[in-house]
């Protein structure tokens, strides 16, 4: 368990896909095409983290041009870039969680915690490109 040790910060994806507070539920659906893709980080143009969809949050029957971002939260799916991995490792496991954004103290976004299939550790950018590389160009 040697990948667990550390924090939140050492071991965040620094690049991941960030999405704009007008992003629709239509462009959500066509991001989580990917099966490798488990949440949309919604950011303001100043950095700031104001929600997280995960799949599930996006329904069959929402219009696909209304605005996604309310259909996520923060609470559960944020984690301190100072957080323990063991514990954050254990806590995401226990919620059934795969991904979980880190954040500053100010509320910007620092990056993204991606945990492995296997729960033995989390993700390393060359391993897991899909919720890295820009969807919109």
Known sequence: MDEVLGTAGEAMLTTPVRHPPSATVAELRDFFRDDHVHAALIVSPAGYLEAVVERGDIARGQAPDATAAP???????????????????????????????VTGADGRLLGLLCLKASRTGFCRSEEHTSELQSHHD
């Open 71 to 101: 259909l996520g939260q923060l609470a559960g799916r944020t984690v301190p870039a100072g957080a323990s991995l063991a514990e954050v490792s254990r806590a995401m496991t226990a919620a059934g969680q795969r991904r979980a954004a």
